[in-house]
């Protein structure tokens, strides 16, 4: 480790490990550094994505792919099936993630452009002056200064970074997904979908997943509303699981705080740029949080070169990865905050007859718009508010 | 005060992102709880697995 860099990353997931890969890229002086011993563990994650949008942005490798998938499956609180599937174009829709492996492979690539990695390494403070940023360190106990004129804070949702930038990232209870998925072995699923299940008893203000990881191994997970529950995610989970899988065995437990407050003001300070969770760039139907990080961290890898040119790292010239982030990701979580408002409102009774309105179609664009452009024209009085909002934005 | 079962903590950090006085941290594979906390009680509520509890100081 040396003592000065272009740019410095603070967190090895998606988010960052891509924002280090295209500033070394570039030509920058890039430190990636990572709180944990381990890259990519504990996940975090429930670990699905879109098939499309993961091959925009990085070569495919089976080993980090778990299961692909054709399809999802929706059930609503009476049980009423929605099918959402595109196996008539031929494919498979999206993978299944193996995010221990993903993770360290995105951060070998970001080396192998050049930039330095480094594990068990915490950032504990972050002092700015004269256009320069200063990170505390701790690495195995030792603590070091290393400085950058950018700081790229993507270190999740437990984020420092953007609070020590004066960033305001902070969560309330209704915007963030308290989640506990359980990896489940020798269980009976359908291997080639993803199933979720909708409904105020069974996790309010969010939903249960069974993501398959193989052919009779899957993700089963919850997230529930913070500010909706009555009792904690894993309880909810618990019950789901006793009543669904009683034979199953339990291989892995992993936790987490998704954010769903859609598009913040702004992600940039001064010598500081925010992605991922730290940016709160998760998507407040889905909860999926990958592909944003990912992209969002080219983005900020793309500014912090533009920024170095110029030699100006002030918040003006950072503004511009706002407006990057703002104009792609920011657009779909902002519409999609706008759904998620109006959903955890619904009582069962409504979720049902919004399912029986729409369950005998197959819906074949498999996505958040595909399913609410069906749902809006057979619902229009329901989703009055959401007609304009939705339908505009497309 | 704020205290940490650690043995049901998975430090995923939920508590820390909802926490606006600071007062929390993930360091590595524990939460540290320091003495900007005001007890508005977001991070109990939020923590997946009930890891969070209030304990008497005495």
Same mark, same amino acid.
């Given at each position: 480790m040396k003592t000065d860099y272009d740019v410095i990353v603070v967190g090895a997931g998606p988010g960052g490990s891509m924002a280090a890969k295209t500033a070394a890229k570039m030509g920058l002086d890039t430190l990636l550094i990572e /709180?944990?011993?381990?890259? #990519?563990?504990?996940v975090r994650c429930a670990e699905g994505v879109s098939k499309n949008e993961l091959k925009d942005l990085i070569e495919l490798d089976?080993?980090?792919?778990a299961a692909d998938i054709v399809g999802a499956k929706i059930y609503a609180p009476d049980g009423t099936e929605l099918r959402m599937s595109e196996e008539r174009a031929g494919s498979e829709v999206g993978y299944v993630l193996e995010r221990k492996i993903f993770d360290r492979h995105l951060a070998r690539l970001a080396a192998r452009e050049g930039a330095e990695v480094i594990v068990k390494t915490r950032a504990f403070g972050l002092e700015r002056s004269n256009g320069v940023a200063t990170l505390k360190l701790m690495h195995q106990g030792e603590i070091f200064e290393v400085s950058a004129p950018i700081i790229i804070g993507a270190? #999740? +949702?437990? $984020?420092k970074v953007g609070q020590w930038a004066g960033i305001n990232t902070s969560l309330k209870l209704n915007e963030i997904e308290s989640c506990v998925q359980y990896l489940m072995a020798d269980i009976d699923i359908e291997p080639e979908y993803c199933h979720f299940y909708l409904g105020n008893k069974v996790a309010p203000g969010g939903y249960v997943w069974i993501f398959p990881k193989g052919e009779r191994e899957a993700n089963v997970g919850i997230g529930v509303l913070a500010s909706r529950a009555r009792r904690t995610a894993k309880e909810y989970l618990d019950e789901f699981v006793k009543r669904t899988f009683p034979q199953g065995s339990i291989v892995e437990i992993v936790v987490g705080g998704v954010p769903v407050k859609g598009p913040i003001e702004r992600a940039v300070s001064d010598n500081v740029m925010l992605v991922g969770d730290a940016a709160r760039h998760t998507d407040p139907i889905t909860g999926g949080g990958i592909l944003n990080a990912m992209k969002a961290g080219i983005y900020a890898g793309e500014v912090a070169a533009i920024a170095i040119e110029r030699k100006d790292y002030s918040s003006k010239t950072l503004a511009l990865y706002d407006e990057k982030w703002k104009a792609t990701i920011g657009k779909t979580i902002g519409r999609n905050l706008l759904i998620k408002e109006k959903f955890v409102k619904f009582s069962d009774n409504e979720l049902n007859k919004l399912a029986h309105s729409i369950a /005998?179609?197959? +819906?074949?664009?498999? $996505?958040v718009r595909g399913l609410m452009t069906r749902l809006i024209l057979k619902n229009p009085k329901l989703l009055w508010d959401l007609k304009d909002v939705f339908l505009k934005a497309r | 005060m704020i205290s940490v079962n650690r043995f049901k903590c998975a430090y995923c950090g939920a508590c820390i992102g909802v926490c606006r006085f600071d007062a929390n941290e993930l360091i590595e594979t524990w939460v540290e709880i320091n003495d900007?906390?005001?007890?508005?009680?977001a991070c109990v509520k939020v923590c997946p697995v009930g890891a969070l509890e209030v304990v008497d100081e005495n």
């Open positions: /709180k944990r011993q381990e890259i #990519g563990t504990p089976e080993r980090w792919i270190d #999740g +949702v437990e $984020s /005998k179609y197959e +819906v074949e664009e498999m $996505s | 900007n906390c005001t007890m508005c009680m």
